[in-house]
């Protein structure tokens, strides 16, 4: 009976022991899921985004006008011969530059100075003639007043004396006629230039109607510009004020912006305006001279001419990379000093360079985001750091 109520005993622990265990096992994921549903929002909270601010600058601009231009000679003399004849010789190299009075061309000079010869011995036939009149004269004078010959007689004496002083004088000039054709047989520059390309080849016969080349002086060199009524009559009391003077005194100063974007390094100067607006397009030329001293701008170059029209005081500049768009309306993210976002319509006016004028919206000291604008809305709150320097005109 003692053995039976052992093992009784024996079973009795196992068995309360299988039903504890389960128990004890589950409490420790019962521990986590009543944590769990103490702290709903036990997730931390995203950090604000970064951003790239800019200060909104106030100070003077000048305001620039952009127009395009082309550029011409300052002289452009076609070189065309004064005689007819064959070309026999080039005497320049295309494309170099040449000074006044140099031989461009040789005619064949030949025939030029035949006619010349010719003209010389004409001319001392007429002193030779000349001087028989003159020995005439001398010799009836006295017979006339000692009536030994007739009064008629000396009269036609002096006139055929007349007759020969004009003919000797008509040779004269045909010898200097003479003699010019022949030195027209050596085409010159007129002016000191850049020479063209050669229209004639030796051997070419040519006349005074033939262009044999262009030479154009382009130092200093023409941009000529259209600008509009509008901008005409906003300049026109300071171009009509010193309309009698070469270069006006207080013109601004023009730079030159070539194809390839690069600035030209010598300022330009106003020289003219036409004398009349174009009624088709409503537009009026403006001409100014650039220094060319390399000779490194030619005639029928395109370029954009830059100048400082009028001066802005006081304008509010914002980088143009913190301006959005959005159908015509612009707009800019201000950042307050909570680092609160606020979007602002503004009101926006001229380039300049990287900048952009704002008529309203801003107000100067404060920042607006010129990086990182995908990432924010209004009332956000946003992580600043200050943007670098724009590059000038970017």
């Known amino acids: 009976m003692q053995i039976t109520i052992r093992t009784l005993g024996n079973k009795k622990s196992r068995s309360l022991f299988g039903e504890i265990w389960p128990i004890v096992a589950l409490l420790p994921a019962a ?8 702290n709903p929002n036990a997730a931390a909270p995203p950090s604000p985004a970064e951003v790239e601010v800019a200060t909104v600058v106030q100070k003077d601009v000048p305001i620039y006008g952009v127009w395009v231009a082309t550029l011409d000679g300052y002289v452009n003399a076609q070189i065309q011969p004064q005689v007819t004849g064959y070309i026999i010789r080039q005497a320049y190299k295309e494309g170099s530059f040449v000074r006044k009075g140099q031989m461009l061309f040789q005619i064949d000079p030949r025939p030029f100075q035949a006619l010349l010869d010719q003209a010389k011995a004409q001319l001392a036939q007429a002193q030779a003639n000349l001087g028989k009149t003159q020995l005439d004269v001398d010799r009836d004078t006295p017979l006339a007043k000692e009536r030994a010959i007739a009064q008629s007689q000396l009269d036609n004496d002096v006139q055929a004396n007349l007759a020969a002083k004009a003919a000797v004088k008509a040779a004269e000039a045909q010898v200097e006629q003479a003699d010019l054709n022949l030195g027209f047989t050596n085409v010159t520059s007129l002016v000191d230039g850049i020479a063209g390309i050669a229209q004639v080849q030796i051997g070419n016969l040519v006349s005074p109607t033939a262009v044999l080349t262009s030479v154009s002086q382009v130092n200093p060199i023409k941009a000529y510009f259209p600008i509009s009524e509008q901008e005409y009559m906003h300049f026109a009391e300071r171009i009509n004020s010193h309309n009698q003077q070469e270069v006006p005194s207080d013109a601004p100063p023009f730079d030159l912006i070539l194809a390839d974007g690069s600035v030209y390094p010598h300022k330009g100067t106003l020289l003219l305006t036409d ?15 650039f220094p060319n001293p390399k000779n490194i701008l030619r005639p029928g170059q395109f370029g954009r001419v830059r100048a400082a029209g009028d001066v802005r005081s006081g304008a509010l500049l914002v980088p143009q990379r913190a301006v959005t768009e959005l159908q015509g309306s612009y ?43 995908q990432k924010v809305r209004d009332g956000a709150t946003v992580k600043v750091k200050l943007a670098s320097a724009p590059t000038k005109g970017s």
Do not use: H, Y
Request: charged share 25%; glycine share 10%; net charge positive.
């Open 31 to 38: 521990s986590l899921l009543f944590t769990g549903c103490r």
């Open 275 to 289: 004398r009349q607006i174009d009624v088709t397009t409503g537009s009026i030329r403006v001409v100014c001279a």
């Open 331 to 373: 707009q800019v993210a201000v950042v307050g000093n909570d680092n609160k976002v606020n979007i602002r319509p503004i009101k926006v006016g001229e380039r300049v360079d990287a900048m952009w004028i704002v008529e309203s919206g801003v107000k100067p000291g404060e920042s607006v985001i010129v990086e990182g604008l």
